[in-house]
Nanobody, 124 residues
Framework: QVQLVESGGGLVQAGGSLRLSCAAS????????MGWFRQAPGQERAFVAA????????YYADSVKGRFTISRDNAKNTVYLQMNSLRPEDTAVYYC?????????????????WGQGTQVTVSS
């Protein structure tokens, strides 16, 4: 099992950037596929980005492709989400998730470990 703690959220103007971090504890992190999801008020949780255990394969939701970048540093037990060109519709609570397989997945049902979330608010 992996414990996950997100940080880096905040308030930013449209067009700005934020970098989210997800610090993991637990010896299995380096073997785990990781993902970022988000949930806006009144909406269901949505997939944002995912990365495999080696970091050489990534996948993005169409809504963030070209603007967000997911990466990981297994030596630091951390996964990142660099968010550029932010839009008001990116406003949500962002969650980091880990799974017990090395490949990534785009559905939350395939992730067993979740962080507490970090709020991202983009003003227009």
């Amino acid at each position: 099992q992996v414990q996950l703690v997100e940080s880096g959220g905040g308030l930013v103007q449209a067009g700005g950037s934020l970098r989210l971090s997800c610090a993991a504890s637990g010896r299995t992190f380096r073997w785990a596929g990781m993902g970022w999801f988000r949930q806006a008020p009144g909406q269901e949780r949505a997939f944002v980005a995912a990365i495999n255990w080696t970091g050489d394969r990534t996948y993005y939701a169409d809504s963030v492709k070209g603007r967000f970048t997911i990466s990981r540093d297994n030596a630091k037990n951390t996964v990142y989400l660099q968010m550029n060109s932010l839009r008001p519709e990116d406003t949500a609570v962002y969650y980091c998730a880990g799974r017990n397989r090395g490949d990534y997945a785009t559905s939350g049902e395939f992730y067993g470990d979740w962080g507490q979330g970090t709020q991202v608010t983009v003003s227009s």
